[in-house]
């Protein structure tokens, strides 16, 4: 059973930074591309960020590029994105998803996620 847990969320002011995780369980980690995602009230889900299953490559939405990372250890199962510089338009709840594959896709909406940690820039 996959299971994804983020965590790191929370309150930050604009042009300040947060680190998000993703702890994951479930399957073979290190086969898998993984993303995050995100969703702002009354939007829709948004794909961020993507990395390929052994970390080699990394894709980035453009209001992302410059300011977001994404890593992962496959050593110990986790995802991370280190937000950078954030603005208030980066408030959402954040998603971790599993892609069906070892490579990055864009296409995130049928992929399996965890419940999300939330994201809040204001000052």
């Known amino acids: 059973q996959v299971q994804l847990v983020e965590s790191g969320g929370g309150l930050a002011q604009p042009g300040g930074s947060l680190r998000l995780s993703c702890a994951a369980s479930g399957f073979t980690f290190y086969n898998f591309a993984m993303s995050w995602a995100r969703q702002a009230p009354g939007k829709g889900l948004e794909w961020v960020a993507g990395?390929?299953?052994?970390?080699?490559?990394?894709e980035y939405a453009d209001f992302v590029k410059g300011r977001f990372t994404i890593s992962r250890d496959n050593k110990k199962n986790m995802l991370y994105l280190q937000m950078n510089s954030l603005k208030p338009e980066d408030t959402a709840l954040y998603y971790c998803?599993?892609?069906?594959?070892?490579?990055?896709?864009?296409?995130?909406?049928?992929?399996?996620r965890g419940q999300g940690t939330q994201v809040t820039v204001s000052s």
């Open positions: 998803i599993r892609l069906p594959n070892s490579w990055i896709q864009r296409s995130v909406g049928s992929a399996e």
């Open positions: 990395i390929s299953a052994l970390g080699a490559n990394t």
